[in-house]
C-alpha cells in the first residue's frame, strides 16, 4: 500500500497483517481522490473505520486542513499514528479516536463538529438477495447522527460490496458510483431538510 497523490506521493503504508483489516486499494483510491480533485485541498475529513487510515492520511497529503480517524481497535490505531509520522505530515493536523464508530457519531455531533468529506470503507456485507442489508454500511446509512456531520456542500463516500444492495434512506441523495471488482465507492450528498438548524462548520 501506498499514498497516492500529494506531499507524501509514492510513500509506503504499513498495514496490520491479517484479515482484520480490509485497506482500500491503491486503483480504488485513485479514483476516489481523481474523482474529488481540488475539493480535498483544505477540508476537513472524517474516516470511519479507520483500520489503516489510507483515506484520511491521502486526504492529508493532498492538503486537507484536518482528518479525524475513528478506530476501534487500539492496536490498529497505534499503526494509524505510525504511518502518520512515517509520511512526515503537518503536525497536529491528525486526531485518532480509539472508539465504535456507532458511538463516536452522536459524540462528534455533541461537540459541534462538521466535514467537507467524510469517508467509510467498512467490512464487506453478505450478500442480502431478498432481505435488507445488515451490513455496517447500510448501518451508516440509517444513522440521523451522520447527515448532520456533513457540511452542506460536503460528500459522504461510502465502501461496500456488489453483493450488498443497500438502501438509501431520504436523508442521502446519490451524486456518483464508482466500481472495481466487488467494490464499490458511492459519493453520497446529504438532503437540505436534514442541514436545517445546523451549526455552521466547526474545526474537525
Not at 467524510?118 to 440521523?144: C, E, M, T, Y
Request: proline share 7%.
Amino acid at each position: 500500500m501506498r499514498i497516492i497523490g500529494g506531499m507524501a506521493a509514492r510513500r509506503s503504508l504499513k498495514a496490520p497483517k491479517g484479515f482484520a483489516v480490509r485497506p482500500t486499494p491503491d486503483l480504488v483510491r485513485q479514483a476516489v481522490f481523481n474523482s474529488l480533485g481540488p475539493k480535498v485541498h483544505g477540508a476537513g475529513v472524517l474516516e470511519l473505520f479507520g483500520g489503516t487510515g489510507a483515506l484520511c492520511l491521502e486526504s492529508l497529503s493532498r492538503g486537507a486542513r484536518h482528518a479525524v480517524c475513528v478506530e476501534l481497535s487500539r492496536r490498529h490505531a497505534h499503526g494509524i499514528r505510525e504511518n502518520f509520522e512515517a509520511l512526515e505530515l503537518p503536525g497536529h493536523s491528525l486526531s485518532v479516536w480509539v472508539k465504535d464508530v456507532f458511538s463516536a457519531l452522536p459524540a462528534l455531533v455533541a461537540r459541534g463538529d462538521r466535514f467537507d468529506l467524510i469517508f467509510a470503507d467498512p467490512p464487506f456485507g453478505d450478500k442480502n438477495v431478498g432481505q435488507r442489508s445488515r451490513s455496517d454500511s447500510q448501518k451508516l446509512l440509517d444513522d440521523s447522527n451522520l447527515p448532520k456531520l456533513l457540511n452542506p456542500d460536503g460528500l459522504f463516500v461510502l465502501g461496500h460490496a456488489k453483493r450488498d444492495r443497500l438502501e438509501f434512506p431520504s436523508a442521502w441523495e446519490e451524486v456518483k458510483c464508482l466500481r472495481h471488482g466487488d467494490s464499490i465507492m458511492t459519493f453520497l450528498s446529504a438532503q437540505p431538510l436534514q442541514l436545517i438548524g445546523q451549526p455552521n462548520s466547526g474545526k474537525p
